[in-house]
């Protein structure tokens, strides 16, 4: 087992402290143990609800050892040799005598052959140590362990109900696999019973599954799960972009083989606002059928220092976790608007995302969207960074027509009771958003919410309606021209 090599390997390099992020702690548990007896090393273990305890390699007592400053000074007065697991002891890192105590552990631990483990879900480390410490990365069960793991809950399932016919359907178990990457081993069995409804298996149960694994990894309320994706048939027009995303499709859900295996990186929906960006987003995760995740950017900007870097890493972690996905960056010009005014806090974000958008490969999907093109760092312009940036313009003639028709469908109206042709001709200018606008206004407008909407009350609508390519002319020209030749329009 490589992994256990490898943390053996810094117990007998004494390593004088081992910190492991992991909520795992059985399995590290008994790997510590393992390691400790195969160096012949005593082995403890504390937590501050049994105190410490001697768990094998010796007979030592620690009865009434409890208090985290406590055990620390029986670590370093004592000095016996032996690894130490301490869980959940982040809290008490904040103060002052157990990181002095800590310190001079470190300090002799190459003499005193001492190892400290730290475990908790999340640990940071105060500067004054973080010389003395590593930190070990648990790997994550890969396609085959989680294979094992669906198999063994299929087959507990078996023995619950024996006498009950249990649906397996081959393809959702599959499905059900790729949607478990990124989670530890219990949890991935924990989501897997989830799974399991009414003592079958189906593709139908994913979406719970999707849903139940976000709720089990977004501990920082940075990124939330979009439950609302969307088709190709709920938008007008984009037919460049949908053929683009048609295109990708098989590739970036494993259906189909590159010979190089570059998977889609992502795209960039800047255009006029209402144009429909944010519903294209949505249309990606809809239409390739994979979970929707947004980046709140107002959440993410933290006043303490470092927190905003570290929420950055961690939803971009998470997003890794749920791949494959697609990632929502909305209104991308105001979280990475690189200011003089917040201490550097734009510019460490945009950097950690670009990065990021370089050198991940897993199957996580940008679409950004920006309004104000001026505002969006060069860096994040240049090739590369997205596969393509697209430009939302105003619909013409056709796409309004497209327009009209779905958003009355959507009310319980037939478009064959309006005449598209003369709505599109009194919408020229419009955006998608105003056509709809105009559709609810006619609803509101309508004596007491009686009667029926009438192409009369829609045009009434439309005349009263001062568009935002008429209100703010000049910007939506400025905009229009600068993505001519830089950008490839949706239709």
Same mark, same amino acid.
């Given at each position: 087992?490589?992994?256990?090599?490898?943390?053996?390997?810094?117990?007998?390099?004494?390593?004088?402290?081992?910190?492991?992020?992991?909520?795992?702690?059985?399995?590290?548990?008994?790997?510590?143990?393992?390691?400790?007896?195969?160096?012949?090393?005593?082995?403890?273990?504390?937590?501050?609800?049994?105190?410490?305890?001697?768990?094998?390699?010796?007979?030592?007592?620690?009865?009434?050892?409890? $208090?985290?400053?406590? @055990?620390?000074?029986?670590?370093?007065?004592?000095?016996? !040799?032996?690894?130490?697991?301490?869980?959940?002891?982040?809290?008490?890192?904040?103060? !002052?005598?157990?990181?002095?105590?800590?310190?001079?552990?470190?300090?002799?631990?190459?003499?005193?052959?001492?190892?400290?483990?730290?475990?908790?879900?999340?640990?940071?480390?105060?500067?004054?140590?973080?010389?003395?410490?590593?930190?070990?990365?648990?790997?994550?069960?890969?396609?085959?362990?989680?294979?094992?793991? &669906?198999?063994?809950?299929?087959?507990?399932?078996?023995?619950?109900?024996?006498?009950?016919?249990?649906?397996?359907?081959?393809?959702?178990?599959?499905?059900?696999?790729?949607?478990?990457?990124? *989670?530890?081993?219990?949890?991935?069995?924990?989501?897997?019973?989830?799974?399991?409804?009414?003592?079958?298996?189906?593709?139908?149960?994913?979406?719970?599954?999707?849903?139940?694994?976000? $709720?089990?990894?977004?501990?920082?309320?940075?990124?939330?799960?979009?439950?609302?994706?969307?088709?190709?048939?709920?938008?007008?027009?984009?037919?460049?972009? #949908? #053929?683009?995303?048609?295109?990708?499709?098989? &590739?970036?859900?494993?259906?189909?083989?590159?010979?190089?295996?570059?998977?889609?990186?992502?795209?960039?929906?800047?255009?006029?606002?209402?144009?429909?960006?944010?519903?294209?987003?949505?249309?990606?995760?809809?239409?390739?059928?994979?979970?929707? *995740?947004?980046?709140?950017?107002?959440?993410?900007?933290?006043?303490?220092?470092?927190?905003?870097?570290? #929420?950055?890493?961690?939803?971009?972690?998470?997003?890794?976790?749920?791949?494959?996905?697609?990632?929502?960056?909305?209104?991308? $010009?105001?979280?990475?608007?690189?200011?003089?005014?917040?201490?550097?806090?734009?510019?460490?974000?945009?950097?950690?995302?670009?990065?990021?958008?370089?050198?991940? #490969?897993?199957?996580?999907?940008?679409?950004?969207?920006?309004?104000?093109?001026?505002?969006? !760092?060069?860096?994040?312009?240049?090739?590369?960074?997205?596969?393509?940036?697209?430009?939302?313009?105003? !619909?013409?003639?056709? &796409?309004?027509?497209?327009?009209?028709?779905?958003?009355?469908?959507?009310?319980?109206?037939?478009?064959?009771?309006?005449?598209?042709?003369?709505?599109?001709?009194?919408?020229?200018?419009?955006?998608?958003?105003?056509? $709809?606008?105009?559709?609810?206004?006619?609803?509101?407008?309508?004596?007491?919410?009686?009667?029926?909407?009438?192409?009369?009350?829609?045009?009434?609508?439309?005349?009263?309606?001062?568009?935002?390519?008429?209100?703010?002319?000049?910007?939506?020209?400025? @905009?229009?021209?600068?993505?001519?030749?830089?950008?490839?329009? &949706?239709?």
């Amino acid at each position: 087992m490589p992994e256990l090599n490898d943390l053996a390997a810094l117990v007998r390099s004494r390593i004088p402290i081992i910190v492991i992020e992991s909520r795992e702690e059985f399995r590290i548990t008994e790997m510590l143990k393992q390691i400790s007896s195969s160096l012949s090393m005593r082995f403890f273990k504390w937590s501050y609800t049994d105190g410490m305890s001697l768990v094998s390699g010796g007979t030592e007592s620690t009865e009434g050892v409890v $208090e985290p400053t406590e @055990v620390l000074r029986r670590i370093w007065s004592v000095k016996t !040799p032996g690894v130490y697991l301490l869980y959940d002891f982040h809290p008490y890192l904040s103060d !002052p005598r157990n990181v002095r105590l800590l310190k001079d552990i470190g300090q002799g631990a190459q003499a005193d052959r001492q190892n400290l483990v730290l475990l908790s879900y999340q640990i940071e480390i105060p500067e004054e140590i973080k010389h003395l410490a590593a930190r070990f990365e648990v790997s994550l069960p890969d396609e085959t362990a989680l294979t094992t793991i &669906v198999n063994d809950v299929i087959k507990g399932l078996s023995v619950d109900y024996p006498r009950t016919s249990i649906k397996i359907d081959p393809t959702a178990v599959k499905l059900l696999v790729k949607n478990l990457n990124g *989670l530890s081993a219990p949890e991935a069995e924990q989501i897997a019973k989830k799974a399991i409804r009414n003592q079958a298996i189906t593709v139908e149960s994913l979406p719970d599954v999707e849903k139940a694994k976000y $709720e089990l990894l977004n501990r920082g309320g940075v990124i939330y799960f979009e439950h609302d994706t969307k088709q190709f048939s709920d938008i007008g027009g984009f037919k460049l972009l #949908k #053929k683009w995303l048609d295109q990708r499709r098989g &590739v970036f859900i494993g259906e189909q083989k590159l010979p190089n295996e570059d998977l889609p990186k992502g795209i960039l929906l800047l255009g006029v606002q209402g144009g429909g960006k944010s519903l294209a987003a949505k249309t990606v995760a809809g239409s390739w059928g994979v979970p929707l *995740l947004r980046l709140d950017f107002g959440a993410l900007y933290d006043k303490y220092y470092g927190e905003t870097e570290r #929420k950055t890493r961690e939803s971009l972690k998470m997003a890794e976790m749920m791949a494959p996905c697609v990632l929502w960056l909305d209104e991308l $010009e105001k979280g990475v608007a690189t200011g003089e005014g917040d201490g550097g806090v734009s510019r460490r974000v945009l950097g950690t995302l670009l990065t990021w958008m370089s050198e991940r #490969k897993s199957a996580v999907f940008i679409a950004a969207t920006a309004n104000d093109i001026q505002a969006l !760092p060069p860096e994040l312009m240049r090739k590369g960074r997205f596969d393509e940036i697209f430009f939302v313009d105003l !619909p013409d003639a056709d &796409v309004r027509k497209e327009i009209f028709a779905i958003h009355l469908k959507r009310r319980g109206l037939s478009p064959e009771g309006f005449n598209l042709d003369v709505l599109a001709a009194a919408s020229e200018g419009f955006s998608g958003a105003e056509i $709809e606008q105009a559709i609810v206004s006619g609803f509101y407008s309508m004596s007491g919410g009686s009667g029926n909407l009438t192409m009369s009350i829609l045009l009434d609508q439309l005349k009263t309606t001062r568009p935002l390519s008429v209100v703010m002319s000049e910007q939506v020209e400025s @905009v229009r021209e600068w993505a001519k030749d830089r950008t490839v329009p &949706v239709n």
